[in-house]
């Protein structure tokens, strides 16, 4: 029966063309099939015995899960170069500087490093994607299959091709599979032949394959450890060449005698006595250490053998460094970089230039932003930013997780752990992040119970998995994220304080989209290409767009224009935009929280305002002065009832706020700009209001989590604002920590004077 392959990738091309590789090799023992996460042809994925994965495929492993089992096969794709190509590029006169055009300048760099490895190093290559500069003095271009990226004005364009995939990724699916046979077809071996690659001598062991007894061999060769095996008489009946190199025997002198006498420091004896696994240990070997491990080959309960491991310690290290990098999804490698966030505003400026200092230090940052606005992309800069950009780059949504669950991902487990623990046990994101940096996000939604255990890693560098009793050296750097006020969060103690501090050692602030002024367009347009979108903006499009709140910021923009690139319009009008947009400038509308509504930006940037009356919603028809300073009744409000800014009399004194309650600096004196109220205020007024209708208490998460459900665009650190000021006022009282909040006699007053002038 037909083995199934699924390759996923995310451009619908190049799932295509891994998939005509794999199908070329494996032939008629297997049945390919392409999908791509690009065009959502993923969403129709057959059940498949393997999955072949290219690292952009996903997002993060939570994505992937949703159309790769838990329990699948999974490969990851790695790519290299053929031969062919290698040797044309070395034929480029040394230190000519040549641009290596891709998709995204990211890709570029990730596959210059590769031509780099294998070899390419007299060329001087310049990283170039579509919005990238192009450097001066270049006139030659090379490119993978990407030639309608390539910027005018190049003499020569060579195009090397899709890189295809490395001999180890079909090696391993075929052995996944079962199918280790193929290893000795001859277009398996053909195929071999033909790649570059930096892992394995194939020149070589191809070779020697028809030498070979066995298909085990072939496979023994491929290993990068050393590899000594004896049979159930003690004699050496396998010894690889890794081998060779790291004792110095000579293997033709060695096969069929005696274990004990050739490796006098290999206690075979013991291990084929014991029928056990023996625990590895470091031996010397001439002036080297070596690490080895033995285990005993056991048929129907009885030792036929056993097999040793040997690998330099150096060697063994740097090793685990790798694997603990090569993982499968996105997350757990940094793939962006400063240069690949997309803005040139002041805001973002500010931003890259304060994070690139903080990168080079060896100490937590904490990246504070709204919900969209690129804190993940960041943290990805600062890792390669840092001295720590070798290592591995692991992502976790702490918030995503149940409790124990989050444990075992963090920490690791052993087997028999719990019930579905996997045998082996697995290491935690901890260990696989030796070396790297771990990013933490929506770090504010961890449990108390875990915030002890993450704090303990983060002053003791040290980890032990759930169920085990040992302990484990970590070398980790933190960069965690977070789109709510930690700092509240340590008021109203769900928050540890310690751990504040620890994470809060380098803070700073992601911009959200509405501070970033034309970003806007420069964005718009980069999606637009990604998503091969044809349109332009109308005018007026443009200005709505520009003066958009923009509550899901980055997200919700890409949300937008992905949209826009399937309706087929030319010219993009206010008609063209998405139901759920227009839903939002309505919402935003009758709340007074500016949408779309033009003419209402303060000299603060895009923050919309609302003053007393209504901030001259049309809707409500109270004039843009809003209400009469002094005094309103033309608009119907009792004399007394409206003073200045809208503070009932006898409420604001000379200093505006009463002796022992604070005000942001933002509004001084208990009063806001031009009497004129902060977003959103009359939407918190209205929350108080309809609490105490049901004589309940309402906290601000409730309240947040009102707006959000909306549309409307308010932060928590804004509703502790309007509730300070309220409680300055006499509006509302406002209880510390997990009190809650309750409207006062004068606040229902205000409510229903403004609900009668609105309706």
Known sequence: MKKTISVITLIPRSSRFYAEQVQALFGQWAQVHSYS????????IVESDLYLLSTDAFEDAQEARRYVPSDGQVVEIQLTYPKQVIQDLKRIPRGTRVLFVNATRQMAREAITQLEQLGVNQIGFEPYGPDSPVPEGLDIAVTPDEAGFVPPGMKKVINIGHRPCTPGTMIEAAIRLGLERLLDEKQFQNYMKTMASGNYSFDEMFARSRKMESRFDILLEILDEGMVGINEKGEVYACNQKAKEITGVNRSLIMGRMGREVFPYIPFDKCMKSRAPLEPRL??????????????VLRHGECIGAFATLQPFNELEKRQNELRSQLLHKGYRAKYRFDDVIGTSQSIEKTKQILKKMAVTKSPVLLIGETGTGKELFAHAV????????GPFVAINVAAMPENLLESELFGYEEGAFTGARKGGRPGLFEFAHKGTLFLDEVEGMSQAMQVKLLRVLQEREIMRVGGNQIINVDVRIVAATNESLEEKVEDGSFRRDL???LNALPALIPPLRERGNDILLLIETFRQRSKGRFILSDEVRDLLLHYSWPGNIRELQNVVEYLSFTDQDEIGVEDLPPTFIKIKDTDTRHGAGGLVKGRLTENGNKWKMNAAGAGNPASGIPAGG?????????????????AGGIPAGRAQAGGIPAGNTMDDQYPNGQYPNGQYPDGFWFVLEQLYLASEQ?????????????????????????????NYMACNGI????????????????RNKWEEYKEMTN
Not at 37 to 44: I, K, L, N, P, Q
Not at 383 to 390: D, I, K, Q, T
């Open 695 to 723: 004589d309940e208490l309402i906290g601000r998460e409730r309240i947040l989590k009102t707006a959000k459900s909306n549309y409307i665009p308010l932060s928590q650190k804004e509703i502790r604002d309007i509730l």
């Open 283 to 296: 031996i010397h070997i001439g002036s080297v250490n070596i690490n080895m491990s033995l285990v005993p």
């Open 627 to 643: 209400i009469p300073v002094g005094g309103a009744q033309a608009s119907g409000i009792p004399a007394g009832r409206a003073q």
């Open 500 to 502: 504040y501090y620890r």
């Open 732 to 747: 509302a009282k406002v209880s510390r920590g997990r009190g809650g909040s309750r409207i006062t006699l004068t606040g």
């Open 383 to 390: 890792h390669l930013a840092s001295g720590r950009c070798g």
């Open 37 to 44: 996460t690009g065009d959502r042809s993923v969403e129709g």
